[in-house]
């Protein structure tokens, strides 16, 4: 990316404007199917694993539009995407079809705004000016994750849905114009059009790369999809089915885990050890709420999960933009998100299908906190092949 140093603070306000409204998206939404359009745990579970397809197949698609010539404008136009959900859901009459195409239409729409702000990222040639990128970033984004839920939850106790999504779009508006600062993208074109089988035939023939997919499998399977799904909920029940709660519980964890990762990034010298200490916590408290299913237990696991994937995720992000930095394997930029994404719908799909089921035949609430547990305890997979991965790509001496 060109000028990156004049361009950066333009992307990191659009990451703190798309961490509000992924906010929304992750913790309150699924509140409000449950509040407005069926009160159901496994309606909504049914309705985010169809939007997951849905966006699954779109990423096909997606990945044969994505060029040099098209990028900046599929990343401008993803604001105006977001714009206009955020029309869509405050006209259109209320029924079971909204959730859904609500839901598929956010979910095509990340496509459009993550990859190229990815690839962005990506385009810094030393890993020492990206990870402090990513620092800088995260701390932004982190700001942004505290005042989010804690706002939202205010503006729908206090008000209602209708004010959140008309706050939401004048949000999308500020992104596209910080997007309009924003010069240039670069993406390097693949010896052929498009072509990921080339891609993942090659990346497979470096063991950090196959590391890396396992690992990228395992943190996706722990803490997205059902897992970052039914936690708000479970939140939510055990809060009084407050707003204003959930989002107060929300904002206090966010605020937890800035403070972790802030000193996370001055104690270089411990940052593995950080890394350990909070993921074997965090297992630990996963196995805790199962047993002892209170509020408190819940807040514990989530402020421990948040602490963990802020320290983790810094980490990760870090191997993440090194890994295809090698001259057979850099010109692949898109074919790597390809792959990336791929791993990411499927890990995502797995573990709603599997919920689904479950809460189909059990009784929700019940059988949750264990889907959770569960789940998280692949962590520990995705930690194992974090470290081979790193060592693995220090012996290539990038």
Known sequence: MENFARTKTAMICINACHTLLSAFFSIFFSVYILQNINDDIVFVLIVNLAATGVAFLFHFVFYYLLNQKTIMLIYRLSFLMYLLIMVLVVTLPTGLYLPFLILALQRCTAYFYYT????????????????????????????????????????????????????LGVLCALAFVFSLMIP????????????????????????????????????????????????????????????????????????????????????????????LVT????????????????????????????????????????????????EELAPYKREFHFAYNVLKRVSVAMTMGISLLLCMYFEPLTVIPIIIAVLTGTYSLSLLFYFRAKKQLSELEL
Do not use: C
Request: hydrophobic share 55%.
């Open 279 to 326: 993921s074997i916590l965090w297992l630990v408290s996963a196995l805790s709420m199962t047993l002892w299913l209170t509020l408190a237990s819940v807040l514990v696991f989530s402020a421990l999960g948040s602490v963990s994937n802020k320290v983790f995720g810094n980490a990760r992000g870090t191997i993440l933009n090194n890994s295809i930095k090698i």
């Open 184 to 275: 240039r993208i670069t993406i390097a074109e693949s010896p052929q059009k498009f072509s990921p089988m080339v891609f993942v035939k090659k990346s497979l023939k470096y063991k950090h790369m196959r590391s890396f997919y396992l690992q990228h499998f395992f943190t996706k399977t722990s803490t997205e999809g059902a897992v970052s799904l039914l936690l708000p909920i479970l939140i939510f029940f055990h809060a009084g089915e407050s707003e204003f709660s959930l989002g107060l519980y929300s904002s206090l964890v966010a605020l937890f885990a800035l403070g972790a990762l802030i000193v996370y990034s001055k104690l270089k010298k411990w940052q593995l050890i950080i890394i």
């Open 116 to 167: 190229p702000h990815e690839i962005a990222i990506m385009d810094k040639n030393k890993a020492r000016e990206t990870s402090g990128f990513l620092a800088k970033s995260a701390v932004i984004a982190g700001l942004a994750a505290i005042v989010a839920p804690f706002l939202v939850g205010v503006i729908i106790s206090e008000v209602n849905f209708f004010a959140m999504f008309v706050t």
